[in-house]
C-alpha cells in the first residue's frame, strides 16, 4: 500500500512527531510505502509531493512546525479540485491518506471521503477547539509559552505600575487563554465565548492597583465587547472565510488608558505561541495519535478521525469530529472568575 501524508492549516508543535510516528509504525509493521504531500491540500491537488521514508523522519520528534509545509488551501472552492486530487492520487499509486489538520483541513477531509477517497484524519490545532478528542497536540505546548510570558511580564508590569494586556491566539475559543490566564494568575480573561464589560474590566483593573499589583490581562484574539460598547477594525479573510485577527489587545490598552489614567501597555504573542519545540506532552500524544492513524489505515477504516478520550486513543467519525467547534463551557469561565479582580 502507498499512503500520501499531509499537514494543512496553521502549523503547531507536534506535527513532526505525527508524521514521524505514521511512517515509522507504517514502514515497520506494514511494510508500506509513503508519499509526502507538500502544503496541505495544495500537494494532492498539484500533485506536488516529497519522499516520505524513515530517512526522511530522523530526527524530528523535537522538531516544531512540519517538514511537509502547510497552507490553507481549501480544494472545495476550486473547480474540479476532488477529481484532480483524484486523478494525481491515482498517477501517484496513492492508495490512502493521512490529512493531520484542524477543522477546516479535516473538513475537506469529511467531503473527500463522501467522493470515496480513502482518508484518516489527525487533530491538530494550538486552539484546542476540535470537537470529540479532549485535547489536541500543540495546546499544551502554546498555554506553556503563553504561560511563561505572562510570568515574565508580571515582573515588568510591576515595576513600571503599568497594566499589560497580554492577547494569545484564540479566534472562535478562548482555551489558550482560559489555561494560560489561570496557571499565571491573570488579573482579567476575556475569551470569544463571553462577550465582555469593559466597565467591569476596568474595574477590575483598578481594584487590582489598589493592591499595588499590576494588573494582566490575557485576552484571546477574537474576545469582543459587549454590542455597542467598543468599535473593533475588521480584518482580511482566508479562503475558508476566516477573518485575520488582531487587533483586541491594543484597543484594550487604550481604552483601559483612557478611563483609568494608568499607563496601559499590549503584548500580542501571535505566532511565538506555535513556534519551536513541542513540550513532552505534545509530543507523547502527537506520536501515539500517529500510530493510531496508521493503524486505522491499515483497518480500512477510513473517514475516521483518531481522538483522545481520556487516556485512550479513540475513532470517530470525521463528521462528529468537524460538525461543530469545541469552545470554553460557561462553567469552566466562572472558574476562572473566581480570581479575577
Ligand atoms: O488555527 C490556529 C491559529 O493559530 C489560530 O489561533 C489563529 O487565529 C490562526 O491560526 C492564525 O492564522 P495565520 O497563521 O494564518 O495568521
Request: hydrophobic share 40%; glycine share 12%.
Amino acid at each position: 500500500m502507498r499512503v500520501g501524508v499531509l499537514t494543512g492549516g496553521g502549523d503547531c508543535p507536534g506535527l513532526n512527531a505525527v508524521i514521524r510516528a505514521v511512517v515509522r509504525k507504517g514502514i515497520k509493521d506494514y511494510g508500506y510505502e509513503f508519499v509526502g504531500f507538500r502544503d496541505g491540500w495544495r500537494g494532492p491537488l498539484e500533485g506536488d509531493t516529497m519522499p516520505l521514508d524513515i530517512e526522511a523522519v530522523r530526527g524530528i520528534l523535537p522538531r516544531g512546525g512540519t517538514i511537509l509545509g502547510s497552507s490553507r488551501t481549501n480544494l472545495m472552492k476550486i473547480e474540479g479540485g476532488v477529481e484532480r486530487v483524484k486523478d494525481n492520487m491515482a498517477a501517484l499509486g496513492v492508495d490512502a491518506l493521512v490529512a493531520i489538520g484542524g477543522e477546516d483541513t479535516l473538513g475537506v477531509a469529511r467531503q473527500l471521503h463522501e467522493h470515496d477517497v480513502n482518508v484518516v484524519g489527525v487533530p491538530k490545532t494550538i486552539d484546542n477547539d476540535l470537537n470529540a478528542t479532549d485535547y489536541t497536540f500543540g495546546f499544551d505546548t502554546a498555554v506553556n509559552i503563553a504561560t511563561e510570558a505572562i510570568d515574565r511580564l508580571h515582573t515588568t508590569a510591576e515595576s513600571h505600575h503599568r497594566a499589560l494586556i497580554v492577547e494569545v491566539m484564540g479566534r472562535h475559543a478562548g482555551w489558550i487563554a482560559l489555561h494560560a490566564g489561570m496557571a499565571a494568575g491573570a488579573n482579567v480573561i476575556l475569551i470569544p465565548e463571553r462577550p465582555f464589560d469593559i466597565d467591569e474590566v476596568v474595574a477590575h483593573v483598578e481594584n487590582r492597583f489598589k493592591t499595588k499589583y499590576a494588573p494582566i490581562i490575557v485576552v484571546a484574539e477574537g474576545a469582543h465587547p459587549k454590542e455597542g460598547q467598543m468599535e473593533l477594525a475588521s480584518g482580511e479573510r482566508d479562503s475558508f472565510g476566516h477573518v485575520r485577527l488582531g487587533g483586541i489587545g491594543q484597543r484594550l490598552a487604550e481604552e483601559i488608558e483612557a478611563r483609568t489614567g494608568k499607563e496601559a501597555r499590549s503584548v500580542v504573542l501571535g505566532h511565538v505561541q506555535r513556534g519551536g519545540t513541542p513540550s513532552a506532552f505534545d509530543r507523547v500524544l502527537a506520536t501515539r495519535l500517529g500510530v493510531h492513524a496508521i493503524a486505522a489505515v491499515n483497518d480500512k477504516d477510513f473517514g475516521k478521525m483518531v481522538a483522545l478520550r481520556g487516556t485512550e486513543i479513540v475513532r470517530v467519525d470525521l463528521a462528529a469530529a468537524t460538525d461543530e467547534l469545541k469552545t470554553v463551557p460557561l462553567e469552566r469561565y466562572e472558574e476562572a472568575e473566581v480570581f479575577f479582580g
